[in-house]
């Protein structure tokens, strides 16, 4: 994937993120990912922005 087409596709899935819910499936692992979009810092950020936050769970008193 070329640098433009990689950006072009973190902004698209930024942008849906804070609009309405994501769905991606994919078999790729991160490292994947980074060596696809040729860009670590931009697959870890587009991994982040489409991974949920983890729930805190609070114990039972």
Not at 16 to 42: C, F, G, R, Y
């Amino acid at each position: 994937m070329k640098k433009h087409e990689a950006v072009a596709f973190f902004n698209l899935i930024n942008h849906l993120h804070e609009q309405t819910s994501v769905i991606i499936t994919t078999n790729k692992s991160p490292q994947q990912w980074a060596e696809m979009l040729d860009d670590e810092v931009l697959a870890t950020a587009l991994l982040d922005v489409s991974t949920p936050p983890t729930p805190c769970f609070l114990p039972f008193q």
